[in-house]
């Protein structure tokens, strides 16, 4: 994942949370809302709750590691943050990856024939 491609600023975390839908799953939850710019951003937010700051960084390089190959197939215009659950600590890394990938079909975030991968 390249870095122009992430949420970085807090503002654009709090506007996602304020403005945006969700939709949730075992592993994770997706929030999304629309930017203004032209290229959809992502970011990642892990609680305390789920572990020490190592655990919580390796869960993080995790999920970056598995959004990597679904960037080209997402829409523009969005902002989407993943929030970890407490299962995905012991979960395999191609579970991590369906799990976005689901997350991403179930809120129409997928652009049109990429609905199999």
Do not use: W
């Amino acid at each position: 994942m390249k870095h122009s491609d992430s949420l970085r600023r807090k503002k654009e975390f709090r506007y996602t949370y304020r403005a945006g839908k969700s939709c949730g799953g075992k592993q994770l939850s997706l929030v999304y809302a629309r930017n203004r710019g032209g290229a959809s951003k992502i970011g990642f937010s892990v609680s305390k709750k789920i572990g020490n700051a190592v655990v919580r960084n390796r869960v993080k390089r995790r999920m970056r590691e598995a959004i990597t190959p679904l960037i080209p197939m997402i829409k523009d215009g969005f902002n989407l943050i993943f929030i970890a659950r407490d299962v995905i600590i012991e979960a395999p890394f191609l579970t991590i990856r369906d799990g976005m990938n689901a997350q991403l079909l179930r809120a129409g975030l997928k652009k049109a024939g990429n609905e199999d991968a």
